[in-house]
């Protein structure tokens, strides 16, 4: 369990906010810039002290990702949702519910045609949100493995367990444990992304930081790695949405 606090501090000419999220599970200190602003994963044995020095020690970093992150904001106005409308692969995709027979007491789901077709029985008690949930983990970890096959034999090195899971502040994590997890909202980001999401927390199994070496790694086995960063920065309201409200009509913008 995390909670989160608001702080600020002076990086250069700038005042910077950043949000603190405790963990007990971190091991170590992690900074993340995004959309969302600056957050800082503070696990439970660092102090306010360590924070703030790690800050200063990455402001040139934090300041650069700060100013990408506002261009990227100036150059692509945000999307509006359809209803019955999610990203699969990049793309966006119709969802098209259909009604079984009377005996059918699941939902079944398939891609095909472009649109992705859920099956729902009549006599179902499973909510379509939860199924398509479901389907779309199923999809994610096959899409990983796949690409953690490829990288896994570049590095010659072996994770311990893979965990997809439905976190809402990364997108990946490699343990001290060797184990991986993924967000399973990858699925639904391009397939470079996703390639790139994986390589980078599959490096982390022989390089634990952010050094130079590392991203040096990622970079000669991700050729995509900048733009994959770009795209998830400015996608990450499309990824993160709720599916149980994926089929309500989309807000209307004025009055």
Request: aromatic share 6%; charged share 25%; glycine share 6%.
């Given at each position: 369990?995390?909670?989160?606090?608001?702080?600020?501090i002076?990086?250069?000419?700038?005042?910077?906010d950043?949000?603190?999220?405790?963990?007990?599970?971190?091991?170590?200190?992690?900074?993340?810039?995004?959309?969302?602003?600056?957050?800082?994963?503070?696990?439970s044995?660092?102090?306010?002290?360590d924070?703030?020095a790690?800050?200063?020690?990455?402001?040139?970093?934090?300041?650069?990702?700060?100013?990408?992150?506002e261009?990227?904001?100036?150059?692509?106005?945000p999307?509006?949702?359809?209803?019955?409308e999610?990203?699969?692969?990049?793309?966006?995709?119709?969802?098209?519910?259909?009604?079984?027979?009377?005996?059918?007491?699941?939902?079944?789901?398939d891609?095909?045609?472009?649109?992705?077709?859920?099956?729902?029985?009549?006599?179902?008690?499973?909510?379509?949100?939860?199924?398509l949930?479901?389907?779309l983990r199923?999809?994610?970890?096959t899409?990983?493995?796949k690409?953690?096959a490829?990288?896994?034999?570049?590095?010659?090195?072996?994770?311990?367990r893979?965990y997809?899971m439905?976190q809402?502040?990364k997108?990946?994590?490699?343990?001290?444990r060797?184990?991986?997890?993924?967000?399973?909202r990858?699925?639904l980001?391009?397939?470079?992304?996703?390639?790139?999401?994986?390589?980078?927390?599959?490096?982390?199994?022989?390089?634990?930081?952010?050094?130079?070496?590392?991203?040096l790694?990622?970079?000669?086995?991700?050729?995509?790695t900048?733009?994959?960063k770009?795209?998830?920065?400015?996608?990450?309201?499309?990824?993160?949405?709720?599916?149980a409200?994926?089929?309500?009509?989309a807000?209307?913008?004025?009055?």
């Amino acid at each position: 369990m995390k909670a989160a606090a608001q702080h600020q501090i002076r990086l250069g000419a700038r005042r910077v906010d950043y949000l603190v999220l405790r963990s007990m599970a971190a091991r170590k200190l992690r900074i993340r810039v995004g959309p969302n602003g600056v957050e800082v994963v503070q696990p439970s044995t660092r102090s306010r002290e360590d924070v703030s020095a790690f800050l200063s020690r990455n402001e040139v970093w934090i300041l650069d990702q700060l100013q990408r992150v506002e261009r990227l904001r100036g150059l692509r106005p945000p999307a509006l949702r359809r209803a019955g409308e999610i990203l699969f692969r990049g793309e966006p995709t119709r969802l098209r519910i259909e009604t079984t027979g009377a005996r059918a007491r699941g939902n079944a789901i398939d891609f095909a045609n472009g649109e992705i077709v859920i099956q729902r029985g009549k006599g179902s008690r499973t909510p379509v949100a939860r199924s398509l949930e479901n389907w779309l983990r199923k999809q994610a970890r096959t899409e990983i493995e796949k690409h953690l096959a490829v990288v896994t034999v570049r590095l010659r090195q072996r994770a311990q367990r893979i965990y997809v899971m439905g976190q809402r502040t990364k997108w990946g994590n490699c343990s001290a444990r060797r184990n991986l997890s993924f967000n399973w909202r990858l699925i639904l980001a391009p397939d470079f992304v996703l390639r790139y999401l994986v390589t980078h927390e599959t490096v982390h199994l022989a390089t634990p930081d952010h050094s130079a070496k590392f991203w040096l790694t990622v970079q000669s086995l991700c050729r995509e790695t900048e733009r994959a960063k770009q795209w998830l920065c400015s996608h990450q309201t499309q990824l993160t949405i709720d599916l149980a409200r994926v089929f309500e009509p989309a807000p209307r913008i004025g009055a």
